[in-house]
């Protein structure tokens, strides 16, 4: 636990931009969760707190794959709980044997079930008097049971002892046996039972195998700070948007623009219109009242248009805006002695102004028709459907769609199975029933005669254990994917989405089988590597040494030589031979070895005989079956493990026996979850031709005035400076008459 948290809290929690409060608590809790989760289990009414965290669940699958391996590779224990040795048989070159320990309740033996019991408890006064499962304890403990190895014992005990005083002292009234030279540690006497009172989700009788799957976790106690994570963050710099009304100053500027250019368009546009009106109108009396002149004169259309233009020249020579201008400016006249020569100037100033007029509003309206807004749009409360036309419409960059609820578990958008296991885990080969048949009786001569069919008997069981074990394994794998959070503050679109969740789920199908893989590479290589025995001596064989060496019990690395090479277990755990013996009897089967331990045998084995029946019907007869081996795989079912019946088994165990997944996505739930409040889009605009004519109408006012203003003004400041420059040059000329 303490490993996990200290990795726990390495991890760091990285984020692009700082986090509100209400955000970074939702964010942190949900860590904390995929951590640490909690489940209720009612079992005969009892309501059990377990706290099932991803690090209970690896320490778990870890746990039960070593429990697994230990007990069907059949170890040789210290206090031969599982095995006891036994001595020579007549005529025997091998002078010992273990056999399986079967003196327990229910005629249980551990050579085919690691979990056989008997009540724990003091079976002898006097030391050396017996030590017989199968006789009666003179004073049994309340809780302690006693099982084939060590740890088994311990899981199916509890500590009910522990908390009775009167218990604790019973214990330790009957430690010595009655012997002299026994004496306790003075310690002892001051042990104390363990404290009910204190509050626990364990209750006294609770098999310690609970205790031991929650790691003795009690509660977690865990705390958040934000504060600290803002610090840690340290903003350089942050950003706001808000919405603003336009001013009344800016309002009632643009309004007196747009009255001012529109009572001067109007001022001009209305004379024209009312004169086209009145010629309309003579024109269609002139037709209704049927006048007749006498005299009509026919002009031709070229000639029209001569005319036309003829006028329009006049027209543009006589135009003048400034004819107001004589009136106001009587001084100017009185000095200027020709009045043609003010006209002139009026008509100059009328035609530059024209120009730049002209200029002036053809930059204004180009500018203004090339210029784009970018326009801000919110959608309250999207559809799904309105969120994907959005999308279709606007570039996923301009729409936002924050969530409302920005974390969604997995199981609520998200299904994941397996299409199907290898089909050795539902066949017959790995039931109760085949594996008894396989291991045969428990006589002493068995295991001196038919140790390969027990040890057959073994692989087909690990087998059956490692296809229980690969089930739960996925399924909790499962669980705790569904239990994860996905976290997104924006709303994904249906692509973004599809392809991050393919890409979560393609990793944690990869995942899943190598995280088995390597704890068990790991635990398997730790049995050769620590030369571990079991009771059938496939790895190490057991021999009584000399008189002169006082007849020590020695051991021997066994040697296998079924492909004409030497190969020692001491050096190789991937030695076997295939050739099994039983009662004299020899045969092979096709992939089925017998290696230095039975897990090792298994993996280097392969499932050809099961797919063919004369070599099952060789199995049954070699192993005196009563009975025909009921079925054999089918070799026309699909299997991604090609070639199907020569695959190792070991191969089929790294993999869990997956043969395929199923998955399906539901964008429709995450959508509803997420359940964004509001949709934002932004998008760019040109301006409209209102908004052109508007603008226009809003300067023409101004610029009127201003520039006939400016006109005027600057060409009578360049006159009088023209002026002032001949009248100079007039006083400085020279005098030539004599």
């Known amino acids: 636990v303490t490993n996990e948290l200290a990795v726990f809290n390495s991890l760091q929690f990285v984020n692009r931009q700082v986090l509100p409060k209400t955000t970074f608590d939702i964010q942190t809790s949900q860590l904390i969760q995929q951590f640490q989760k909690q489940v209720f289990d009612k079992k005969n009414l009892v309501l059990i707190l377990l706290v099932i965290t991803q690090t209970l669940t690896y320490f778990l699958n870890q746990f039960q794959l070593i429990r697994t391996s230990i007990q069907l590779n059949q170890f040789i224990t210290a206090d031969s709980n599982n095995a006891v040795l036994r001595g020579t048989l007549s ?28 009540s724990e408890g003091v079976f002898c006064r006097s030391y050396g008097t017996c030590f017989l499962f199968s006789s009666k304890p003179n004073q049994t403990i309340p809780g302690l049971f006693v099982s084939c190895l060590l740890v088994e014992s311990i899981l199916a005990s509890s500590l009910e002892c522990f908390y009775n005083t009167s218990c604790i002292q019973m214990l330790i009234d009957w430690y010595p046996f009655d012997r002299t030279e026994t004496t306790l540690d003075p310690r002892v006497l001051n042990v104390t039972a363990l404290d009910s009172t204190i509050n626990s989700r ?19 106690i865990n705390s958040t700070n934000f504060s600290s994570y803002y610090n840690q963050c340290e903003p350089d710099q942050c950003f706001y948007t808000y919405e603003e009304r336009f001013n009344r100053a800016y309002i009632i500027g643009t309004l007196l623009g747009i009255v001012g250019g529109l009572s001067v368009v109007l001022r001009i546009l209305i004379p024209c219109i009312v004169i086209l009106l009145r010629r309309m109108y003579r024109q269609c009396r002139r037709f209704q009242t049927n006048v007749r002149r006498e005299m009509i004169v026919e002009i031709g259309i070229r000639q029209r ?70 326009q801000f749009i919110k959608v309250s409360s999207p559809t799904e459907l309105i969120f994907e036309q959005l999308q279709l419409q606007y570039s996923s960059s301009s729409l936002s769609c924050p969530c409302s609820q920005i974390s969604v578990q997995y199981s609520k958008f998200i299904s994941i199975k397996l299409t199907a296991y290898h089909q050795v885990c539902s066949s017959y080969f790995i039931s109760s029933n085949f594996i008894q048949l396989l291991w045969g009786n428990e006589s002493l001569e068995s295991y001196y005669y038919d140790v390969d069919m027990k040890i057959l008997s073994l692989h087909f069981n690990l ?14 794998k499962i669980e705790i994917f569904y239990s994860q959070q996905f976290i997104s503050v924006e709303l994904l679109t249906h692509h973004s989405f599809q392809i991050q969740i393919d890409s979560i789920i393609e990793n944690f199908i990869y995942q ?39 007849y020590l019990m020695k051991t021997d690395p066994i040697t296998y030589n079924s492909t004409n090479v030497s190969c020692s277990c001491a050096a190789m755990s991937t030695c076997s031979r295939s050739i099994l013996t039983r009662y004299n009897k020899a045969i092979v089967l096709p992939g089925l070895v017998i290696g230095c331990l039975p897990i090792y045998g298994l993996r280097l084995s392969t499932l050809e005989c099961l797919y063919d029946s004369i070599c099952l019907q060789k199995l049954s007869n070699f192993s005196n079956m009563i009975y025909n081996i009921p079925s054999f795989f089918n070799v026309s079912m699909y299997s991604r493990f090609n070639p199907i019946s020569s695959v190792l088994v070991g191969t ?54 201003g520039l006939k203003f400016f006109i005027w003004h600057s060409l009578r400041a360049c006159l009088r400076v023209r002026k002032s420059l001949i009248f100079r040059r007039r006083r400085i000329a020279p005098n030539h008459t004599s």
């Open 512 to 550: 899943v089988p190598i995280n088995f893989r390597q704890i068990h590479n790991y635990i398997i290589n730790m049995f050769h590597a620590n030369q571990l025995h079991n009771i059938f001596l496939t790895n190490w064989n057991l021999h009584l040494s000399s008189y002169a060496e006082f």
């Open 305 to 374: 248009i001569t005319l036309y233009l003829i006028q329009f020249q006049q027209f543009i020579r006589t135009i003048n805006f400034y004819r107001k201008v004589k009136n106001t400016h009587l001084q100017e006249i009185l000095q200027t002695t020709d009045e043609i020569s003010i006209i002139q100037r009026q008509q100059i100033a009328t035609r530059l102004y024209i120009i730049l007029f002209i200029v002036a509003i053809v930059i204004i309206v180009t500018f203004t028709g090339l210029n784009s807004q970018i």
């Open 91 to 118: 005529n025997l070159i091998d002078s010992h044997r273990f056999v399986s320990n079967n003196e327990w309740d229910n005629t249980c033996s551990c050579g085919t079930n690691g979990s056989c019991i008997a």
């Open 202 to 220: 364990f209750s006294p009788d609770t098999k310690l195998d609970i205790i031991v799957s929650q790691l003795f976790l009690e509660y977690w």
């Open 652 to 705: 089929l165990i790294d993999e869990l026996f997956i043969e395929g997944w199923q998955h399906e996505t539901n964008y429709s739930n995450y959508f509803s979850i997420c359940a964004p409040s509001m949709c934002t889009y932004t998008f760019v605009k040109g301006n409209n031709f209102l908004y052109i004519f508007t603008t226009f109408l809003g300067l023409y006012g101004g610029l009127t005035v």
């Open 463 to 476: 087998l059956s254990s490692f296809c229980s074990l690969a089930k739960i394994m996925i399924e909790q």
